[in-house]
């Protein structure tokens, strides 16, 4: 990309957090919902969370409603996608939400958990790993979850249909265009799971990784 990741933020979101939901669900064939099961079963157990680039707090409310007791807290830096999240997370008492940078925030608590779902891409994993590493219990576990461009050769000439035809369908979806066009740009440029693999390892974590939807998609898992 000519431009770093992260200054796309801005220009594929700002305009769209009223119909993330939909479009993430139709432009995922409904493997979102699959993909953030997956993240779940990551997590056996704790009791705070942080899920970073929260969005409209879809996996937010998941790790909510399987641990009630919990403390949640979802940070995002789009300030849209926080207030569809607040108002779609009205019934959660123990969820709180905070307009952040992933790669820069600073709070006075420590998790147990931090999941960050579709932000690897964007960040410098140095960065981003150091600073979940800061914020992160002895024995905590770091998930990281995104979008991986597919080995398979079968599976790589479906996966550039399907974005051909999203491409095509951002032109009559005016606040998606540049998101839909440029997404699939960055998905094939980035090596996200390897470098953040790398960094994750450097730093001391145990790390595992587990490949979604015939290599569409991948989990990331750093434990302390």
Known sequence: MAEPAKNLVPKFFDDTGTTYDGVVSYGTLGKDKYWKKKILEQISDGSSFLDLACG??????EIAAKFPNAKIVGIDITKSYLDVA?????????????????????????????????????????????????????????????????KNPAVRGLWNFFLTILRLVGYFIPSWK??????????????????YSDVMKKSGLKVSNQYLTYGAAAI?????
């Open 56 to 61: 409209t707090g879809i996996l937010t409310r």
């Open 86 to 150: 607040k108002q779609n997370s009205n019934s959660f008492d123990n969820i709180s939400f905070i307009l952040d940078d992933a790669e820069e925030f600073k709070l006075d608590s420590k998790f147990d958990c931090i999941t960050a779902s579709y932000l690897p891409k964007y960040c410098d994993p140095g960065i981003l790993v150091k600073n979940c590493i800061m914020h992160l219990n002895p024995g905590g576990k770091i998930i990281f979850h995104d979008f991986t461009y597919p």
């Open 178 to 195: 540049d998101a839909l066009i440029g997404l699939p740009k960055l998905i094939r440029s980035t090596n996200w799971l390897h470098n």
């Open 220 to 224: 990331l898992t750093g434990t302390k």
